[in-house]
């Protein structure tokens, strides 16, 4: 008798990952010395104790000696609670009764900027980086499920912000791919289910509950109002859009990475003629990374920000320079648009 279909699941799930892993890893794109011996891979899973991270965490354990991959874990103290380095420790404890190895609690100071969701965000993913560059992990395995997929899709349509934003999270992400989401597919109810039949002790993070997170609210308040209104289907729908959105949006990227060289002159500057002949879709992405190659931070560049500087090609009247975060200025001069720093 075979494992619990959630258990199953789960497994097939990492099991896919891991295969992709090891098939980077033995790329002709990396060079190999005659006769070098490749060594086992390494892969972390980035463990909060919570059962989608467990679920992994376990399934890693379980998969990855059979591929000849290492299985570690890392998991990450925001210090927000009383009491989190003792529960960073029992995740220690619990990673190293599942075999993983190396293992590491990391403490991290949370800051302010962006909000405290997105503060945290970060933080976390700083110390990420930093243990798998410690350890030469070849991959970071994270828990997102189905259901985060689909928070994400609505809280980026909430910002209107454009496709990218619609586009949610993609299963591999992060320098060189280090990020890898085998579970994008399946549903957090999946992962739970696997905890359960598999006696895995789980932690149930009271800031999923805070009604002061907006990521909260949304789980537990506007999605399933949501599923009320629009029955059931609803998660996986978001889920199939963040797909379709991140094709597109590749899609789009690529043709504007191609385009930007057809429209500078001689002397680099973006002609405005040839600019004003493109699908805006693509104009503004030429203008976003022109002004991210001139110094304008891309996580303090938005939308507004490209259209107005679009109008000075769209909507030319003779407007004066528009400032850019990063003292980046961009202006019109002569038929070319000039943005650098001021």
Same mark, same amino acid.
């Given at each position: 008798?075979?494992?619990?279909?959630?258990?199953?699941?789960?497994?097939?799930?990492?099991?896919?990952?891991?295969?992709?892993?090891?098939?980077?890893?033995?790329?002709?794109?990396?060079?190999?010395?005659?006769?070098?011996?490749?060594?086992?891979?390494?892969?972390?899973?980035?463990?909060?104790?919570?059962?989608?991270?467990?679920?992994?965490?376990?399934?890693?354990?379980?998969?990855?000696?059979?591929?000849?991959?290492?299985?570690?874990?890392?998991?990450?103290?925001?210090?927000?609670?009383?009491?989190?380095?003792?529960?960073?420790?029992?995740?220690?404890?619990?990673?190293?009764?599942?075999?993983?190895?190396?293992?590491?609690?990391?403490?991290?100071?949370?800051?302010?900027? =962006?909000?405290? &969701? @997105?503060? !945290? $965000?970060? +933080?976390?993913?700083?110390?990420? %980086? #930093?243990? /798998?560059?410690?350890?030469? *992990?070849?991959?970071?395995?994270?828990?997102?499920?189905?259901?985060?997929?689909?928070?994400?899709?609505?809280?980026?349509?909430?910002?209107?912000?454009?496709?990218?934003?619609?586009?949610?999270?993609?299963?591999?992400?992060?320098?060189?791919?280090?990020?890898?989401?085998?579970?994008?597919?399946?549903?957090?109810?999946?992962?739970?289910?696997?905890?359960?039949?598999?006696?895995?002790?789980?932690?149930?993070?009271?800031?999923?509950?805070?009604?002061?997170?907006?990521?909260?609210?949304?789980?537990?308040?506007?999605?399933?109002?949501?599923?009320?209104?629009?029955?059931? =289907?609803?998660? &996986? @729908?978001? !889920? $199939?859009? +963040?797909?379709?959105?991140?094709? %597109? #949006?590749? /899609?789009?990227?690529?043709? *504007?990475?191609?385009?930007?060289?057809?429209?500078?002159?001689?002397?680099?500057?973006?002609?405005?003629?040839?600019?004003?002949?493109?699908?805006?879709?693509?104009?503004?992405?030429?203008?976003?990374?022109?002004?991210?190659?001139?110094?304008?931070?891309?996580?303090?560049?938005?939308?507004?920000?490209?259209?107005?500087?679009?109008?000075?090609?769209?909507?030319?009247?003779?407007?004066?320079?528009?400032?850019?975060?990063?003292?980046?200025?961009?202006?019109?001069?002569?038929?070319?648009?000039?943005?650098?720093?001021?």
């Amino acid at each position: 008798m075979g494992p619990h279909p959630a258990v199953a699941a789960i497994r097939l799930a990492v099991r896919r990952v891991l295969h992709d892993i090891l098939t980077d890893q033995t790329s002709p794109a990396r060079e190999h010395t005659p006769h070098e011996r490749t060594p086992s891979p390494l892969v972390l899973v980035a463990c909060s104790g919570g059962a989608d991270s467990m679920a992994l965490a376990s399934a890693l354990a379980f998969e990855a000696p059979k591929l000849g991959i290492r299985a570690g874990g890392v998991t990450v103290d925001h210090g927000l609670q009383p009491g989190s380095d003792v529960r960073a420790e029992e995740v220690v404890q619990r990673l190293r009764e599942l075999g993983l190895d190396p293992i590491e609690s990391v403490a991290v100071t949370v800051g302010r900027e =962006g909000g405290p &969701e @997105a503060a !945290a $965000r970060d +933080a976390r993913y700083a110390a990420l %980086d #930093a243990s /798998a560059a410690r350890h030469g *992990a070849a991959a970071v395995l994270l828990g997102h499920t189905r259901d985060d997929q689909a928070e994400t899709v609505l809280l980026g349509l909430a910002r209107g912000s454009g496709i990218r934003s619609l586009s949610g999270m993609a299963a591999v992400s992060g320098l060189g791919g280090r990020y890898r989401r085998p579970f994008l597919q399946l549903d957090r109810q999946t992962a739970r289910k696997a905890c359960m039949v598999q006696s895995l002790p789980v932690w149930d993070d009271p800031h999923n509950t805070d009604p002061s997170y907006t990521r909260s609210r949304l789980r537990h308040e506007g999605l399933p109002a949501l599923e009320k209104a629009l029955g059931k =289907g609803v998660v &996986e @729908a978001l !889920a $199939r859009t +963040a797909q379709l959105s991140r094709d %597109d #949006a590749d /899609a789009l990227d690529a043709w *504007a990475r191609e385009a930007m060289a057809g429209v500078r002159d001689a002397a680099g500057l973006l002609e405005c003629a040839k600019l004003y002949a493109l699908p805006s879709a693509v104009r503004r992405r030429i203008l976003r990374r022109a002004a991210i190659e001139a110094g304008a931070p891309a996580g303090s560049l938005f939308a507004r920000h490209i259209e107005e500087v679009d109008r000075l090609i769209t909507g030319w009247r003779g407007q004066g320079a528009i400032n850019l975060p990063g003292k980046v200025v961009a202006q019109r001069q002569g038929g070319r648009l000039v943005i650098r720093q001021g």
